[in-house]
C-alpha cells in the first residue's frame, strides 16, 4: 500500500509557496492508517529509544 495516495496535498496553503501535506484523509482511512502505524512500528524497532513524544501540528501530544 502506497500511504502517499492517502495523503492531501494542498499547494500555497498557509502561503504562497509551501505545500502543505494534509494526514486527515489517511487518518480517516482505517486500513491505511493501520498500514502507517505498522509500518512506524517495523522501522523503530531498529532504533534505541525510552520515550517517545510526538507535537501534532493542531497542537495535540501523541505519547
Known amino acids: 500500500m502506497n500511504l502517499k495516495d492517502f495523503i492531501r496535498s494542498i499547494p500555497d496553503y498557509p502561503k504562497k509557496g509551501i505545500l502543505f ?12 492508517f493501520s498500514e ?10 531498529k532504533m534505541k529509544f525510552n520515550k517517545i513524544a510526538a507535537i501534532e501540528s493542531r497542537g ?3 505519547f
Not at 502507517?36 to 524497532?45: L, P, T, Y
Request: positive net charge.
Open 21 to 32: 501535506r494534509d494526514i486527515t484523509t489517511l487518518i480517516k482511512n482505517e486500513k491505511a
Open 36 to 45: 502507517a502505524i505498522d509500518q512506524i512500528v517495523e522501522r523503530s524497532k
Open 60 to 62: 495535540f501530544l501523541i
